[in-house]
């Protein structure tokens, strides 16, 4: 097979970091080439370059064999290079047609030929089998269609090689087995396809080989029927990582967190929160799953006091909590890992032992007086360092130059070394490697087995399977059904996920 892309010793340098190490990529015609490495590895920023967004300082860019400069999209457009990225670039109230004809639109005169643009992306849609309607508004279709939409959108301009960016993380698991499909037809008609992620699972199920890259290096490059989800974990680590969740059966401890009918606004003034009601024990790890934007983000804001609902009540340990401060929230026993740790868990440009007392800088052990006491502060920043294995050189670094996976430990060792009664974690292995991972994964079920509360919240299903006791799916605001653990599968959960429902036989209604 031939190839349609080689990267050559492509270098590419950030101020303080090289995003790219003399990476060297090739991409066959007909193939799906997975990039795979933790978030910050050089993946994005290497397909970037490909696609115009970023010029490389070394290295050289050759596309069916001629040697070419990439200065912007529009270039990589028209050398037949399509990019999807994470977070769509869509118009919310044009059609299906309208988005993906924006730019290059069939005019009758000087008007958009809104026939031919319909006939077009309807002839386009059926060729390799996406059922969507050219006429639908993109803001009344789901993120898995709209998805879809952005890949119309590259093949209307020509795209050959097609580059997805996460292209799974807010899909449901039939809309994932849906985009397999859709690759397979890609493939058929001689496309080739780039896929950025890491997660493990799609990449055995739908890459032909596999690029891995570590801190801007290549590590490896497999065929994927000659590797395995443990090989590809170690490659894009580092070392052995233990991928399964040990945990013994839950004993639970009584009622914790009891929320009954509770109702929020997002920050535009719609129903975000629906009448959301649900209980956690002690000794337990509830799991909320569902696809972003269906409310998660608002219930945690009430529910640690960040954001004001309009009705209900949040009982813990039989103490009503709503409406309360952030501060009578952890004062009260919650403990927060939050999902946006540069936004809501750390303040970077603080020292690691500043930020080891967020939210308990109050406390008698770590004040003197009117004087912070520094030798205590320190002293309970290295035993957090020390017990979580935070990676870093001294107490006294700022935030900001550690890794993602190593912030995001130290969060999580500030909020558990609270005690608290109730402990909620909001995607808490969002962006951060394997390693990481299963440390973060451990501690949480060790919180369990102490007989605490664990309320855990995550676009991850193989996360919330692999930790929950119970898990709750919310759609559109709205929590739709609580399942134990032992019941539910990623089948049923995707079900519920995209809003249909299951009978008494856990099947579809």
């Known amino acids: 097979m031939e190839k349609v892309i080689e990267m050559k010793g492509i270098t590419k340098v950030f101020p303080g970091t090289i995003a790219n190490d003399s990476v060297d990529f090739d991409l066959l015609q ?90 077009d992306v309807k002839e386009l849609s059926d060729k390799y089998g996406f059922s969507i309607d050219p006429n639908a508004v993109i803001e009344d279709i789901s993120v898995g269609q709209q998805q879809k939409v952005e890949i119309l959108k590259a093949l209307y301009r020509g795209a050959k090689i097609l ?64 590797t395995s989800i443990d090989e590809l974990a170690e490659l894009m680590v580092g070392r052995k990582v233990n991928l399964v969740v040990e945990k013994r059966e839950s004993e639970l401890t009584g009622e914790v967190l009891k929320v009954e009918n509770l109702s929020a606004n997002d920050q535009r003034g719609i129903p975000a929160v629906k009448n959301v009601s649900f209980t956690v024990n002690g000794g337990e790890i509830l799991g909320v799953a569902g696809v972003d934007g269906n409310g998660q983000t608002e219930l945690l804001e009430v529910l640690t006091g960040l954001r004001k609902g309009h009705n209900g009540k949040i009982l813990l340990n039989g103490k009503d909590l709503y409406g309360k401060s952030p501060r009578e929230i952890i004062d009260s026993g919650i403990g927060h890992i ?65 890794s993602g996976g190593n912030q995001q430990k130290l969060i999580a060792a500030r909020e558990i070394s609270k005690d608290p009664t109730l402990l909620i974690a909001a995607q808490p292995t969002r962006g951060i490697d394997v390693g990481a991972i299963e440390y973060i994964h451990s501690r949480l079920v060790d919180e369990r087995d102490k007989g605490k509360a664990v309320l855990l919240v995550s676009l991850e299903l193989d996360e919330i399977l692999a930790l929950s006791d119970r898990i709750a799916v919310m759609y559109d605001g709205e929590i739709v059904d609580i399942l134990d653990r032992k019941d539910a599968d990623e089948q049923k959960l995707g079900i519920l996920m995209a809003g249909g429902s299951l009978d008494k036989k856990g099947e579809e209604k």
């Open 338 to 402: 939050p999902e946006d740790r540069h936004k809501r868990g750390l303040i970077l440009k603080y020292s690691l032992f500043e930020n080891s007392i967020l939210g308990i800088h109050k406390n008698k052990e770590f004040n003197k007086g009117i004087m912070m006491d520094y030798k205590a502060i320190k002293k309970h920043c290295d035993t957090l360092i020390e017990e979580f294995d935070v990676r870093t050189p001294s107490n006294e670094v700022n935030a900001s130059a550690l």
């Open 163 to 226: 580059i997805l960016d996460e292209p799974t993380a807010v899909l449901t698991p039939q809309e994932i087995e849906e985009l397999g499909k859709i690759l397979d037809n890609l493939k058929k008609e001689g496309k080739s396809v780039i896929l950025i992620t890491h997660k493990l699972k799609e990449v055995m199920s739908m890459s032909d080989r596999v690029t891995i890259i570590r801190r801007g290096k290549v590590t490896g490059i497999v065929n994927t029927v000659d």
């Open 30 to 119: 007909g193939e799906t080439h997975v990039l795979l490495g933790e978030n910050g590895a050089g993946k994005t920023t290497l397909m970037n370059i490909l696609y115009g967004l970023y010029q490389q300082e070394k290295g050289d860019i050759y596309v069916n064999g001629n040697l070419v400069k990439i200065n912007n999209p529009s270039e990589a457009i028209k050398l037949g290079i399509g990019m999807v990225h994470q977070h769509f670039m869509l118009v919310h109230n044009f059609t299906v047609a309208e988005n993906i004809v924006l730019g290059c639109e069939p005019n009758k005169g000087v008007c958009l030929d809104r026939k031919k643009a319909y006939n």
